[in-house]
């Protein structure tokens, strides 16, 4: 699609029994929370046998995006790319590509996935991993063809593979099918679109005997710099420049997962190929060097590089006063659970409080004036301030449950700083803002100091995104102006934390121009 175009988008409702829905993500959707598409949020899941028309306009934004389903676990495999051209006639400000692809990171479970999800709610822990990761759908050579683990009724710790554009690459055995591979041609350019899809990873991405110069993230251009690696959270995207100017061969891309917090992750690697023109499919492809699984050095040097472009054609309109001051903690905790054959369940929450699905779109019980659905008195910070980075938490781990949203005046401008805890583990956080791009405005290691760490901010050109991720046993302060009218929700873009109640949304109130307010809702808005 090109920037500045009405889009229709149908969508039928053919995934068996399940109900879902289709999620813009990224795309701001001004006074359209209908075409939004995140279930219980802004409307009601699209019945099976049903559809729903998305109709939405495309303005302001050019870049990488993505779509996926937004229910229960379904965009394990429910997502593909979103591609806004630059109006025509408009040029990228940096080299321009003779070629683009896109590489879509995902993940890959041997068994139904939602089975497994309700495996790890019946026991109260955490779902199994994914089996593998995937590049445009193929794991690699790595991923063995058919794993058995589960026939002994136990769940299994992690996915069987990772993914790019679906395939888990040449290190899964008998994948002679499932490896992902591009063709280049000496000497030229490539733009390289690259989404994370997966579920709970934030991966690295390198490819073997070529440097990449990041230019976009988010769908916002950046200032251009070269690195070996790139980092990328669960929601997020990035575009790349790649010379291919080296010597004609067979080089293996890869991602492989980042943590560097005390947890079990689905450590398998998923590779692709980048194959210059005339090279035989016989040539031995060349291994490229990722960064350790656990390399917080260059995951925060990587972060720090990146600065909006900044430029007369592309501002960094950043909020330099602030309207509402936020302060959310993100963390764990372990609830009591009845039915759960340990007796408990593991939950998260933002402020200490779980939030809990409605049984109708927030958005219509706002449109309609529906009572009884939410209340807009979510705390601005935490009930309880604590030591957040300090020893682990381990007692007194019980959280609050409700349907608790904020309510943000129309066009105010909101400061809102994210701090990791340590209830149970610190851990890093994708958190992700429908309806908004914001800016990164600070970010650091441990408490949040509301006296020294302002003064550091920047103000001048910060990262613009939609998603941030939150390091582990740190903060990020991020800035945004309300000026998009409706519900907006914000989540977690770690499934299995979304699913534990990591999530909240805030009511944009109308404002007063012309305008200024909540679209009509569409005939078709499926109904609960």
């Not at 445009?136 to 593979?161: E, I, Q, T, V, Y």
């Not at 690459?169 to 280049?184: I, Q, R």
């Not at 251009?221 to 669960?234: D, R, V």
Request: charged share 15%; glycine share 8%.
């Amino acid at each position: 699609m090109s920037a500045g175009c009405a889009m229709t988008s149908p969508l039928s409702q053919l995934m068996g029994c399940f109900q879902g829905l289709q999620f813009m993500h990224g795309l701001k959707q001004y006074r359209n929370g209908w075409a939004d598409g995140p279930a219980y949020i802004t409307q009601c899941p699209i019945k099976t046998g049903n559809s729903f028309v998305y109709d939405f306009n495309v303005t302001g934004q050019r870049g990488t995006l993505w779509w996926h389903a937004h229910i229960f676990w379904l965009r394990a495999t429910v997502y593909g790319a979103i591609v806004i051209m630059p109006k025509q006639g408009t040029l990228f400000p940096f080299p321009q590509p003779e070629g683009e692809v896109n590489v879509l990171l995902g993940e890959w479970w041997n068994n139904d996935v939602e089975e497994i999800v309700e495996q790890g709610n019946k026991l109260g822990l955490p779902p199994n991993m994914s089996d593998a990761h995937t590049i445009n759908g193929k794991p690699g050579p790595l991923f063995p063809c058919s794993d058995k683990r589960n026939k002994l009724g136990l769940p299994p710790n992690m996915s069987d593979a990772h993914t790019i554009n679906g395939k888990p690459g040449p290190l899964f055995p008998c994948s002679d099918k499932h490896t992902f591979a591009m063709e280049v041609e000496q000497g030229k350019a490539y733009l390289l679109r690259i989404i994370n899809a997966a579920l709970n990873d934030e991966l690295f991405f390198a490819i073997a005997g070529h440097n990449m110069t990041v230019v976009e993230v988010d769908a916002v251009y950046t200032k251009p710099f070269t690195t070996q690696a790139i980092l990328i959270a669960p929601g997020q995207t990035t575009n790349v420049l790649v010379q291919a100017t080296q010597v004609p061969s067979r080089y293996f891309m890869a991602a492989r997962p980042f943590m560097d917090a005390p947890l079990s992750i689905d450590n398998k690697t998923a590779m692709a190929i980048l194959q210059y023109k005339g090279i035989p499919d016989t040539v031995l492809p060349i291994l490229p060097q990722l960064p350790a699984p656990n390399d917080t050095t260059f995951a925060l040097s990587y972060n720090a590089k990146l600065r909006s472009l900044n430029s007369p054609q592309f501002p960094a309109n950043v909020p330099l006063k602030v309207d509402r001051h936020l302060f959310y903690t993100i963390g764990l905790g372990i609830n009591q659970c009845p039915t759960c054959t340990n007796g408990t369940h593991l939950t998260a929450s933002l402020n200490n409080i779980t939030f809990v699905m409605p049984q109708i779109g927030l958005l219509q019980a706002h449109y309609f004036n529906i009572k009884g659905v939410f209340k807009t008195d979510f705390p601005d910070r935490p009930p309880t301030p604590f030591n957040y980075t300090g020893a682990p938490l381990t007692a007194n781990l019980g959280t609050t449950l409700g349907t608790r949203i904020s309510k943000i005046a129309f066009n105010s401008t909101v400061e809102l700083v994210l701090q990791d805890t340590n209830l149970l583990t610190v851990e890093s956080h994708p958190i992700h803002l429908h309806g908004y791009n914001f800016f990164i405005v600070g970010t650091g290691v441990g408490n949040f100091d509301p006296s020294k760490d302002p003064a550091k901010f920047n103000l001048v050109d910060p990262p613009e995104r939609n998603t941030v991720d939150v390091p582990t046993g740190g903060w990020t302060a991020i800035r945004f102006r309300a000026d998009n009218p409706g519900v907006w929700f914000m989540h977690c873009h770690l499934e299995i934390h979304t699913s534990w109640g990591l999530k909240t949304a805030f009511v944009v109130e109308n404002g007063k121009g012309v305008d200024q307010s909540v679209l009509p809702p569409p005939k078709d808005l499926p109904l609960c």
